[in-house]
């Protein structure tokens, strides 16, 4: 109890207090999570039984060695053992290991199983060079990465191969995982989203387990010894500048041990490779074509933000339509539109704007003056309300690059909230851009977009706006299907390409409708939460929904499968609140049934 403790008080002092309470969270939780696996892996076995002959790719396991236990050495080896695949080839590198117990076991395995073949390197010369020794000897179309106290789930190579078997095209796997204690305990599952290149740029979430085609990795020159520690995370970034065939098996797959010198433990075991995770990730930004500074986030080991230089300081048009409502603020009447206003033109450091204010013949006239400046530009509509034809009619007279669509119930936050917005909106992959919102009493209104069973929802809703996220989502800047247009940059060639917001949408929808299309025209949607801005939602264009947009939403996007299989959201999570929690069985037979019949 008192090493727990002690190991908790370290925590709260190396990572700060939300880790802390993190730690404590995992603790309590991972009864539920045992009983949840109960439930759901007896599934799982059910079907592998009763599935389709496997296709047959040799996948070498790449494990390099060096001064393990022999107890965890012996469990990595065995779930190799015990794969429901039999074609493989287990690759190992000894790294010059001093513990004399390594080499007889290791030897041991190479006698009783002819797929499993063990080098022993020379001299002790760090893991990417053990890797790339174990890489030497690999003879398959694909490789898998096994760290020596790890384990494989016993169906881990069967769900690859099944996979590459329906995708034959695929360069990179990842799948989910979870951690596994000295006392065999799992706990801490990480469901990951499906290929998610700016949540990758932020922290290594694709991790364990990573299957990878083998001409694919000796072509980029294998692992790196300059960033040991951080070595597949320098891999997967390099790996995605050359291919687009990236796939997700939303299951638990791998098993990380929680062991006092592993990473899996937290910062404390192995601070030296976070240091050389951002230098990895700074040589990624370095070699791309929006380069940037990479900076640690505080009392976040392992997570990062990526500040893009912005180019050339395009002009950015920032369009708010507005019915001038006021509301009582702080014990006084506020015209939301004047307080909008001020504050992005008081707080805001970015200087090349200009606003386009649309205006249903419906702002009081002292507003309107109390309003006017040099930057701004007034149109006037005397159609009835429709939020996505008075956003187009302020696109066609901005003259700006990039468009900026926020309501005028809005409150600037942050200063750099423009810049914070642009350096993603600049980039010739990324469509949308959306901010944190927050209500004003300081709870999440808006960080991302879901698709829950069919409904688009605001991930983490009404959650504290101190709260990170599941893994972090709140914290850093993450791809998900849609975000808000309460406070949407988009650079203006894509919104025309996209031709606008469909303004059959008069309400609401039109911000997700138009995600979904720039999505399936293969651009990338970004929330970041670098933009922060207050949102007293709905006062500038009312509340509910208007008969008929959800079922249109429906209807328009029927083939896609969003309505049903958001690849942000991962199957294994609750369709029931936007929270990230699990889904239990009955719920996620319920979704595979639904899926079926959506498919059919």
Known sequence: MLTKLKRLLNILKTEGFLSAVRQIWIK??????????????????????????????????????????????????????????????????????????????????????????VIFCPQNRGISAATNAALNIANGEFIALLDHDDELASNALYEVSQHLKSHPDADFIYTD???????????????????????????????HLG??????????????????????????????????????????????????????????????????????????????????TVESLPNKPGFFRVRRHIQHSPLVSIIIPSAGTCMPLKNRQVCLLEQCLTSIRKLSTYQNLEIILVDGYDIPNQYLQAVQGPDLKLIRCDQPFNFAQRMNLGAEAASGEVLLMLNDDTEVITPDWIEAMLELAQQTEIATVGAKLLYPNGRLQH????????????????????????????????????????????????????????????????????????????????????????????????????????????????????????????????????????????????RHKTLASNHE
């Not at 979870?178 to 990951?192: A, E, H, L, S, Y």
């Open 447 to 590: 960080a991302g977009v879901v698709i829950l069973a069919g409904n688009p929802s605001h991930a983490f809703h009404n959650a504290s706006g101190q709260y990170d996220g599941y893994y972090c989502s709140n914290i850093v800047n993450r791809n998900y299907l849609g975000v808000t247009g309460a406070c949407m940059m988009i650079r203006r060639s894509v919104f025309d390409e996209l031709q606008g917001f469909d303004e059959s949408f008069p309400l609401n929808y039109n911000d997700v409708d138009l995600c979904l299309r720039a999505h399936q025209a293969g651009y990338r949607n970004v929330f970041t939460p670098y933009a922060e801005l207050i949102h007293y939602e709905s006062i500038s264009r009312g509340s509910g929904l208007k008969p008929g947009e959800l079922e249109r939403l429906h209807t328009k996007f029927a083939d896609s499968g969003y309505m049903v299989d958001d690849p942000y959201y991962n199957p294994n999570l609750s369709v029931r609140k936007p929270f990230f929690q699990l889904a239990w069985p009955s719920e996620r037979r319920r």
């Open 177 to 207: 995982e979870d951690q596994i204690t000295q006392k065999g305990t799992r706990k801490n599952p990480f469901f990951k989203p499906d290929w998610s290149l700016d949540y990758l740029h932020a922290c290594m979430y694709t991790c």
């Open 28 to 117: 309590v939780s991972s009864p539920r999570y045992h009983q949840w696996l109960k439930q759901v892996e007896r599934h799982t076995a059910e079907v592998v039984i009763d599935s389709a002959p496997m296709s047959t790719p040799l996948i070498s396991i790449l494990l390099p060695v060096y001064n393990v236990e022999s107890i965890w050495l012996t469990k990595a080896i065995e779930s190799v053992l015990a794969q429901q695949y039999p074609h493989w080839q287990l690759c190992i590198a000894d790294d010059a290991s001093t513990a004399q117990a390594i080499r007889p076991l290791l030897e041991h395995y190479s006698q009783i199983d002819t797929r499993i073949e």
């Open 211 to 292: 299957v990878y085609r083998t001409s694919l990795i000796r072509e980029i020159g294998g692992f790196r010894s300059q960033y040991d520690g951080a070595q597949d995370w320098d891999l997967v970034l390099r790996l995605s500048e050359k291919t687009q065939q990236i796939h997700h098996i939303p299951k638990v797959l791998y098993h990380w041990r929680t062991l006092p010198t592993s990473a899996a433990s937290g910062a404390q075991a192995k601070p030296w490779a976070y240091k050389a995770a951002q230098s990895a990730l700074q040589d990624s930004i370095d070699r791309s074509p929006y380069p940037g």
